[in-house]
């Protein structure tokens, strides 16, 4: 089975920069992504990461260890924008099916 | 906007009936997945298609069945509704079966009442 654990809700301000952990237990592993959803919206793909290290895109960036089962999505220049959810997603078979977390709800403040 | 169509965007309905939820892909996407998502619960994965064939089975209830046609779109039927299955459902679909981003669908809406 799969368990993924994420903080439930966190706080940061404007133009600073928050990082969002996430562990996972998965009896396979094929990946892990990073989703961004805004209430009542549907979930927007922002990185995955396969092999350890860390992958940057702009103001965001994902890290990834397979061996410890963690990873963290990193926010750079917080905008207020960026209030929302964040669902971190283990895919456990070739299948890319994934299995998500109860997601990190954010909150900017100014 | 993903490509990804869902319809309807919202559906009440009384319990013990039954719905169907319909997907389109995006152009050229072979795979589709169906997902639930109730309040203060995370996405769950409930099954996935590809090119016409059940690829993966998640957490689907033996009430719930999909199917994936020729053209590719996709439908989930719910059946014998009860109050619990009131849920934002999301459909995603990817252009192959492996590791690769799922686009999301705007989601349905489903009140049982």
């Known amino acids: 089975g799969q368990n993924i654990d994420q903080p439930t809700e966190m706080t940061a301000t404007e133009g600073a920069i928050v990082q969002i952990n996430c562990t996972y237990q998965?009896?396979?592993?094929?990946?892990l992504f990073w989703y961004q959803q805004h209430a009542g919206e549907a979930p927007t793909f922002l990185s995955y990461n396969v092999l350890d290290g860390l992958e940057e895109k702009g103001r965001f960036s994902s890290f990834l260890s397979r061996s410890k089962g963690y990873s963290y999505l990193l926010l750079k220049e917080l905008q207020m924008k960026d209030s929302a959810s964040y669902l971190c997603?283990?895919?456990?078979?070739?299948?890319?099916?994934?299995?998500f977390g109860t997601g990190t709800r954010l909150t900017v403040i100014p | 906007d993903s490509g990804v169509t869902q319809t309807p965007k919202h559906l009440i309905t009384a319990t013990g009936q039954r719905v169907t939820l319909r997907c389109s892909p995006r152009s050229g996407d072979l795979s589709v997945y169906w997902y639930q998502q109730s309040l203060d619960q995370g996405l769950q994965f409930l099954i996935q298609y590809y090119n016409g064939e059940e690829r993966a089975k998640g957490n689907i209830l033996e009430r719930f069945s999909a199917q994936q046609f020729p053209d590719l779109h996709s439908e989930l039927n719910l059946s014998s509704l009860e109050l619990g299955d009131s849920a934002l459902y999301f459909c995603?679909?990817?252009?192959?079966?492996?590791?690769?981003?799922?686009?999301f669908g705007p989601g349905t809406r489903l009140t049982v009442l």
């Open positions: 995603a679909s990817s252009v192959q079966g492996g590791l690769n981003e799922q686009f």
């Open positions: 998965t009896s396979g592993f094929n990946g």
């Open positions: 997603a283990v895919s456990p078979t070739g299948a890319n099916n994934l299995f």
